[in-house]
């Protein structure tokens, strides 16, 4: 009972604080470890203490794989050489520093146990880094590399730490022996994830339930963990493997209805143990600070200790990270951005290192009775509290201070709307291949909703002042239709005249077409103070033969004036300067001139906006 209401207790702690971050704007896991370490000096609140084999085995295989799930397979693999210069490289470099410095003020310790906790310490937190990265809107980029190395790093640093302890036991150093370990470690743990691959790949092409697929998912990354583990692989690696290769394939081996239901349950699952995660690192601070004060040395001498750690983390962060970017992994112009890539990139990599609950949980792998461990704790715990407050509460700042861009709604819109065109060109192309005895005008309904879906999202970049547009309309109107509907469902269930499972299917219908439109107007609402000025994608003859030029001031259509009607956004030839309505307009006169004149290139002519679209090959520029 005791196990169970302390349960129930975090899960509304985490509820409780998250909500009230939310209406503080502050980043959730800064509150919930003020939280928890108020909280560890309340008599009236047990004592946590944390196994490292709860956190090892029970949360950090489904945090790794939700998060491996959603990193993308193509950018890791563009990123890879910075991701393992950091994930490999950062660590063994952070954990010997680490260990120098802890040396300068525990002479006696043992260099096997420096270098411990020098690998206790090093690896950033995968949590943190997209908990704090995503929220303050890092350049996809660097998210990207903090993501991958936090995936990967946590292998390299538990081999370090074995390897240290086992020297520290008496088996003697062989650095031999340590690079072979790792690289069976690390080899093992990618075959067994991409065997898990395999397996569940081939499983998933014969599942349609997506109970039975979700239910799958939830036993992919405990398995793979323990399995990798027994084989004396690294389980960090095999779950990693896994979740990136299956995310990565998931439009091909999975249902649309079991990826949404996957999607929907480890975003749910993600949130859960990421947020606790946060609490229970804070919950460990009591015990941790009075078993170090109990110690034989002075609180001075610990807390120099502690503080030369948190600092040279840090530090030996940054001065990795500008040899390794500007001497390995691109020495010369960023290829997609056509010069050096700014330092300010990577200072912003390098501050971004906060440590998460791997660092604590590393740490009690640390045997009772080795000499200093309260110390070496209580070390972890400061390097993990100091990362989070002092880095991670100081990144959103170093970033605008910096003018690090965040990634900018505008141009998302934009490559979305360019995609969607893609993607209906080649529908219409099969649609042309189809045989088909078309008696009553499906055909046409089909292209009717494709223009609709592809108009709407071309809308979404116009800039039109307080002017409605067609779709903020359709969904003002819809949804007030739905609600409506939803009622008057209600109405007919409290009857009992139809069956509840006929109600359940409608509600949900409902449910699925509204929750459609609430995502569309909060991507407009974040659209309407940006604009695009970046070229995006591929470009064609056409688009390099036309750049983009300031267009009329205060432009009309003259035809939608001729014919008394209004357009939603109005877009200007760059051939001939011509000035028409966009295809989201009633007489979408800008293609129209397009079809009399073949002139390939428009520009949009809102203002602060600069794209360019190619009517012959589909292309924005």
């Given at each position: 009972m005791e196990i169970a209401l302390l349960l129930c207790g975090l899960a509304v702690g985490v509820l409780v604080c998250t909500a009230l971050a939310d209406r503080l704007e502050v980043p959730a896991p800064f509150l919930l470890?003020?939280?928890?370490?108020?909280?560890?000096?309340?008599?009236?609140?047990?004592?946590?203490y944390l196994d490292h084999d709860v956190v090892l085995l029970g949360l950090l295989p489904p945090l790794l794989y939700a998060a491996a799930q959603q990193t993308s397979l193509v950018d890791f693999n563009a990123n890879r050489r910075p991701i393992l210069l950091l994930s490999v490289g950062l660590v063994v470099f952070t954990a010997a520093g680490v260990a120098c410095v802890v040396r300068l003020f525990l002479p006696d310790l043992p260099w096997?146990?420096?270098?411990?906790?020098?690998?206790?310490?090093?690896?950033?937190?995968?949590?943190?880094?997209?908990?704090?990265?995503?929220?303050?809107?890092?350049?996809?980029?660097?998210?990207?590399?903090?993501?991958?190395?936090?995936?990967?790093?946590?292998?390299?640093?538990?081999?370090?730490?074995?390897?240290?302890?086992?020297?520290?036991?008496g088996s003697g150093l062989d650095a031999g022996g340590v690079a072979l370990d790792f690289v069976l470690a690390a080899g093992g743990g990618a075959l067994v994830g991409l065997a898990f691959f395999v397996v569940v790949g081939k499983v998933r092409r014969r599942i349609t339930d997506p109970v039975i697929d979700s239910a799958m998912s939830l036993v992919v990354p405990f398995a793979a963990y323990v399995l990798a583990e027994e084989i004396h692989a690294s389980g960090v690696i095999s779950v990693v493997v896994a979740g990136l290769l299956l995310g990565h394939k998931a439009p091909v081996l999975q249902t649309a209805q079991s990826r949404i239901a996957e999607r929907l349950n480890w975003r749910t699952i993600a949130f859960v143990l990421e947020n606790a995660v946060f609490l229970l690192i804070g919950l460990q601070a009591w015990w941790i600070v009075e078993g170090a004060v109990d110690s034989d040395i002075g609180l001075g001498r610990i807390a120099a200790v502690c503080g030369a750690t948190l600092a040279a983390v840090i530090v030996l962060r940054l001065l990795w990270v500008f040899p390794a970017r500007y001497l390995l992994v691109r020495p010369g112009p960023d290829p997609d951005l056509g010069q050096d890539a700014p330092w300010t990139y990577t200072f912003v990599l390098g501050w971004a290192g906060m440590r998460g609950v791997v660092t604590l949980a590393a740490a009690f792998v640390v045997p009772e009775g080795t000499p200093y461990r309260e110390v070496l704790l209580l070390i972890a715990f400061t390097v993990v509290a100091g990362t989070l407050f002092v880095q991670g509460l100081t990144l959103p700042m170093v970033a605008r201070r910096l003018r690090v861009p965040s990634p900018d709604p505008a141009e998302d819109a934009l490559a979305r709307a360019t995609l969607l065109q893609q993607a209906s060109k080649a529908a219409l192309e099969e649609l042309d291949r189809l045989e088909y005895d078309d008696r009553h005008g499906a055909v046409d309904l089909i292209r009717q909703r494709l223009d609709q879906r592809n108009f709407a999202a071309w809308e979404r970049l116009a800039t039109v002042g307080d002017q409605e547009s067609p779709s903020d309309l359709y969904s003002r109107a819809r949804r007030a239709m739905i609600g409506a509907e939803r009622r008057r469902v209600l109405e007919i269930r409290s009857g009992g005249t139809v069956p509840a499972e006929v109600v359940a299917d409608v509600l949900a219908m409902l449910d699925v077409e509204e929750s459609m439109l609430d995502v569309a107007s909060e991507e407009r609402e974040e659209l309407r103070a940006t604009a695009v000025g970046r070229r995006l994608g591929e470009v064609c003859a056409d688009l390099e033969r036309f750049p983009a030029v300031l267009t009329a001031q205060d432009p009309v259509c003259a035809r939608c004036l001729e014919d008394g009607t209004t357009w939603v956004a109005l877009r200007q030839c760059l051939e001939c300067g011509h000035v028409g309505c966009c295809d989201s307009s009633p007489q979408q006169h800008a293609t129209v001139h397009f079809h009399e004149t073949a002139h390939a290139v428009m520009q949009s002519a809102e203002e602060d906006e600069s794209w360019r679209w190619c009517y012959v090959h589909h292309l924005t520029g």
């Open positions: 470890i003020a939280v928890g370490v108020a909280a560890s000096y309340v008599p009236q609140v047990p004592q946590v096997a146990l420096a270098l411990a906790i020098g690998a206790v310490v090093a690896p950033p937190d995968a949590v943190a880094a997209t908990a704090i990265g995503r929220r303050i809107g890092l350049p996809r980029r660097v998210v990207t590399i903090l993501e991958g190395e936090s995936l990967f790093n946590d292998a390299t640093a538990l081999v370090f730490l074995r390897t240290a302890l086992a020297v520290a036991a």
